[in-house]
């Protein structure tokens, strides 16, 4: 479902101003009743189903610009061209061969890592910002978000050329905020099951039946151009259809997390990436481990 813009006083002096449309959303006055309105919307799309989307977030006239942004980044992508299950991991033999653990597809999308994605860009004053940080902060309802210490993993963009997809899987940061820039002919459609793991556990049986396709539960979404997104992507198994048509899709992912400090497990960085940090291969000696103890 979408939210609807609301009116509100011109935030064209806010940094942002030029870029998002702070009279239909406005994240720079939270305190305000229109602001308060906003936010519980936003939080009462998410509890229904995990995700919300703010239709027009970036105003009309950016838009070109944005795509040009990104269209200039994505020949830097990662293209990843391998299989992989839902838990970005290797396949445990000791489980049967219809387990999710051992169910893997063709991943053929591409990442651009955060460390090529300089200060100036739009994008990236639009992950640092205060004031957008606060509106996530409060859609997810978390008392603190902090941005990635990944340097890899904190703001990227995600390209898919034709015929490439993201297959099935869960992400690794608690929740996820995407912004569409390119869309492409047909096909690229963001399909998920929310909430079908969590703290009660991996819910094995349950993706498995999605892998083998029981979509009873399955929610698609075509986003446009200039739409920001938020997700529960750590308990919500996701993937995006392959792109048809030779024009590329581009999406921005800025990811936070609950914590400070948080750094993706070096395995992923590999596999997303291509590479690791410095900042993974200090995790990799330290035995570092994730403290929800989800299987990715």
């Known amino acids: 479902m979408t939210a609807t813009p609301l009116p509100g006083a011109l935030g064209r ?10 009279d239909a959303y406005p994240i720079d006055r939270l305190a305000t009743p229109e602001g308060r309105d906003l936010v519980a919307r936003c939080r009462a799309q998410l509890g229904e189903d995990g995700c919300v989307v ?3 977030f970036i105003r009309p006239e950016m838009r070109a610009d944005l795509e040009a942004e990104t269209a200039r980044l994505s020949p830097g992508a990662h293209i990843n061209a391998t299989e992989t299950n839902p838990y970005n991991s290797a396949g445990d033999p000791a489980l049967p061969e219809n387990h999710p653990k051992n169910r893997f597809d063709d991943r053929t999308n591409g990442f651009v890592a955060g460390d090529l994605i300089g200060e100036e860009t739009m994008i990236r004053r639009i992950y640092r910002d205060p004031d957008f940080q ?3 902060r409060q859609v997810v309802d978390e008392p603190e978000i902090h941005e990635f210490a990944d340097p890899l993993a904190d703001l990227v963009v995600n390209v898919l050329k034709e015929g490439r997809q993201h297959p099935w899987h869960f992400d690794s940061n608690d ?8 869309k492409p002919e047909a096909g690229g459609v963001f399909q998920y099951v929310p909430n079908i793991r969590g703290p009660q556990g991996e819910n094995f049986e349950g993706v498995q039946a999605v892998l083998d396709g029981d979509h009873s539960a399955l929610k698609s979404l075509d986003v446009t151009p200039g739409d920001l997104q938020v ?10 259809t392959p792109v048809e048509g030779p024009r590329e899709r ?3 992912i800025f ?13 992923r960085a590999r596999r997303i990436f291509g590479r690791t940090a410095p900042v993974h291969d200090a995790m990799a000696q330290e035995g570092v481990v994730r403290s929800d103890a989800l299987a990715d």
């Open 231 to 240: 997700f529960f992507g750590r308990n919500a198994l996701h993937r995006v």
């Open 54 to 56: 703010l239709a027009d």
């Open 250 to 252: 581009h999406s921005v």
């Open 134 to 136: 606060a509106f996530v």
């Open 175 to 182: 929740y996820i905020v995407t912004l569409c820039t390119r």
């Open 13 to 22: 002096t806010h940094p942002l101003g030029r870029i998002i449309d702070l």
């Open 255 to 267: 990811a936070y997390a609950r914590e400070p400090g948080f750094v993706g497990r070096p395995e």
